[in-house]
């Protein structure tokens, strides 16, 4: 399994960034994707999940009304719109195959990381 993250960029605050991930090679043991990021100095943290089984999706505190996830039909495409940006959002942002849980130690495969980065 390969995942392929996009669509980091810079930003002003307030600003918006759409992430993409996809994934080749099959996820047939995987029941979900998720968005973790680690920003410089900083733990990995968990941002928002979707798992294929369930309707609602998982979001941090930190990004609840701010961000969606969301994936296309096939399960081979997971994204992650980011409105209302701040500074604070600052990280490399990593997509990962697994179990849609909120734990990133769940995850098997991980993607290469995208850079976001938002000014004041």
């Known amino acids: 399994v390969q995942l392929q993250a996009s669509g980091g960029g810079l930003v002003q605050a307030g600003g918006s960034l759409r992430l993409s991930c996809a994934a080749s090679g099959g996820l047939y043991n995987s029941a979900g994707m998720g968005w973790f990021r680690q920003a410089p100095g900083k733990e990995r943290e968990f941002v928002a999940a979707?798992?294929?089984?369930?309707?609602?999706?998982y979001y941090a505190d930190s990004v609840k009304g701010r961000f969606t996830i969301s994936r296309n039909n096939a399960k081979t495409r997971v994204y992650l719109q980011m409105n209302s940006l701040k500074p604070e959002d600052t990280a490399v942002y990593y997509c990962?195959?697994?179990?849609?849980?909120?734990?990133?130690?769940?995850?098997?495969?991980w993607g290469q990381g995208t850079q976001v980065t938002v000014s004041s």
């Open positions: 979707v798992n294929w089984y369930s309707s609602s999706p």
């Open positions: 990962a195959a697994g179990p849609g849980s909120t734990s990133g130690y769940e995850y098997r495969y």
